[in-house]
């Protein structure tokens, strides 16, 4: 119940109010969800507040006719502000129940547990399906919850060498690094795991997350192309790119506006304008012949 995963399926059916959200998902599904699970921990990791990015629908839960179900086709991994600023918008596509199709039998009742939930959801997703995704995924509690459980065992409340240990482990707004640290001193021993999760910026992240949509909206491939070419142009420099108010012309596009091919152009052409007037820097030190021919700013 403490993993990531199951966690991020759970706050999403208490949001709809409903499990039916991800009824008749697949295996493969399941996976790419978690695919975007480990996308949307890449880019926070480097954000500037925690869950800076999240999980947006294309079609809303709220706010239309339909509920937004909680699939990779209705789904982008976008910036939390500007998700705030779409609000319960649609601009087309995405996937949905119609309230023909919606079913009191998922609901959510106001007396459930987590544990009454999750286990409603695995009979709407189908325990068979998800025992075929979870032979792969091996899904395993959270690392936190991991600490808490190894600390549990071994801390005891009647030894007052260990009152100092539990003033730590008692206080829930403890770290998850501090509980690491708590169980080296407890144990003695270096208990460190190099972590898995990789950072990523967030035009990393609009590359990431087009390259996927685009097994559900192949008119995407001329948008990928242009954000390929921004994203070739940046690598010449250390510090990420900043997209500005550009950010959100794409967070559209991923949630379903038409492409406007004008538009594009001069969006992506702003962005490689902004990156090749870095050049003049590079002048003195003979680094713009490092630069292919396209960068580099036409003369005056």
Partial sequence: MSNPFVQLLLRHAKQAGTVQIVQYITVDQ???????????QAVNGRSRFFGEYQFCHVYPVKGQRHVGKFVPANLVIGNADLNRQHGNQWLGGGEFISPAHRSVRWDIKPWMT????????????????WAEFDKVAKLA????????????????????NHAAWLKVFDNRSTST?????????????DTFVLSNVHTMDPLSLLITETTRLLAYRPELAAVL????????????????????????????IL??????PVVLESITGNLLERITCKVKDFDNNGLRYLLPSWMLPVAA
């Fill in 177 to 189: 690094q501090d509980l690491r640290k708590l169980l080296e001193a407890v144990t003695g021993q």
């Fill in 30 to 40: 399941l996976h790419e969800l978690r695919a975007m699970l480990k996308t949307q």
């Fill in 114 to 129: 987590d544990a009454d939930i999750m286990s409603l959801m695995l009979d709407c997703i189908g325990r068979g399906v």
């Fill in 141 to 160: 509690p959270s690392q936190r919850h991991a600490y808490l459980e190894k600390l549990e065992a071994l801390l005891d409340r009647n030894n007052p």
């Fill in 225 to 252: 192309k242009r954000l390929e070419q921004v994203e070739q142009a940046s690598c010449y420099f250390r510090e990420p790119l900043d997209l500005g108010e550009d950010e959100y012309f794409f967070f559209n």
């Fill in 255 to 260: 949630h379903g506006r038409d492409i406007n």
